[in-house]
């Protein structure tokens, strides 16, 4: 398979492996400890999987965002996503 024409920076496989290993850790968080609803700061009543989901596409956008209106380094748009999920997995 030739995928030369995909641009994978080490920031950009750090990212997707970094959202591997969550998936992966929250799989495992899920079947030893099954998460129970609750109602945080967000309009509606989430599971820690759905807070994760909230939290992998919000990334995507701050890092879409970031791209797209600063030239500014893309690890300053990563710390802003990781204070952002853990304040939607926290506190969501």
Known sequence: MNID???WTPVT???F???VLMLA???VWQILSPSIA???FL???????????ISLLGSAYIHLAWL????LAVWIATVISVA???TVMRWG
């Open 5 to 7: 024409w995909m641009a």
């Open 13 to 15: 496989a750090s990212f």
């Open 17 to 19: 492996g970094f959202i």
């Open 25 to 27: 850790g929250m799989t």
């Open 38 to 40: 609750r109602r945080g």
């Open 43 to 53: 309009p509606i009543v989430t599971t820690r999987g759905d807070r994760l989901f």
């Open 68 to 71: 797209g209106l600063t030239d």
């Open 84 to 86: 952002f999920l853990a």
